[in-house]
């Protein structure tokens, strides 16, 4: 099942802020976050297993809730170079693929 | 982290005609590999699940026929387009699963057909 990501795109300033969700009706045994710029592959990002799990540094970081069924990714303080599409990725146990979320393009301005 | 290579990185074909695409893991052993397709704005769609030594696993309405897989050894995986045609152009990635549950990417194929 496919995640559901919001919002669709956002356009920010150089040093503002964003909050991308991704979320699913059922429990998600791990969501992963990657950030893809035209032309290019999607480059990993971080993965959360854990509900209540908060992860990444001070300017880009994620968490998963409680219930596991929703992740949120956090860019503080942007900077250009976090232009590009953010996708969440869920899987089930074991070597299984990825299901993507339809993305997020952020644009980051001057 | 881990590094996945992909070859070529863009290829330009005639209608018709095979396009081979390499997937390899270089540090590390990949029993199982999984193809992806990307057409333009769009998202990351799978197409298939190589697994080495056993016949890969296709996603509902891919041809198996038409898009060959084979994962000849623990490190490489290949995908072959035959009789390419207009509408296969497309970026094709390939993804490779370590331990710790993280895929890491090739940096994909541009596949163009003319």
């Known amino acids: 099942q496919q995640p559901v990501q919001s919002p669709q795109a956002v356009i920010l300033r150089e040093g503002e802020d964003a909050v991308i969700n991704c979320s699913s009706s059922?429990?998600?045994?791990?969501v992963h976050w990657y950030r893809q710029k035209h032309g290019e592959a999607p480059v990993f990002l971080m993965i959360?297993?854990?509900?209540?799990e908060q992860k990444g540094h001070e300017k880009i970081s994620a968490s998963f809730n409680e219930k596991k069924q929703q992740s949120s990714l956090y860019l503080t303080a942007s900077q250009l170079s976090y232009s590009g599409t953010y996708f969440c990725?869920?899987?089930?146990?074991?070597?299984?693929?990825?299901?993507f979320g339809k993305g997020t393009r952020l644009s980051v301005i001057a | 982290g881990a590094v996945v290579s992909q070859h070529p990185s863009w290829v330009i074909c005639k209608s018709g005609t095979s396009v081979k695409i390499e997937c390899r893991s270089l540090?590390?052993?990949?029993?199982?590999m999984f193809w992806y397709r990307q057409f333009p704005k769009q998202s990351l769609m799978l197409m298939a699940t190589?697994?080495?030594?056993?016949?890969?696993?296709?996603e509902q309405g891919v041809e198996k026929d038409k898009f060959l897989i084979n994962h000849a050894s623990l490190t490489l995986s290949t995908l072959t387009v035959t009789s390419a045609h207009p509408e296969d152009s497309s970026f094709y990635i390939c993804?490779?699963?370590?331990?710790?549950?993280?895929?890491?990417f090739g940096p994909g194929t541009r596949l163009t057909v003319l």
């Open positions: 993804s490779a699963p370590t331990r710790g549950d993280t895929q890491y």
């Open positions: 059922k429990a998600l045994y791990s």
């Open positions: 959360l297993l854990k509900g209540g």
């Open positions: 990725g869920t899987t089930v146990p074991g070597n299984t693929p990825l299901v």
């Open positions: 540090d590390f052993q990949a029993t199982t």
């Open positions: 190589s697994n080495e030594g056993s016949k890969a696993t296709y």
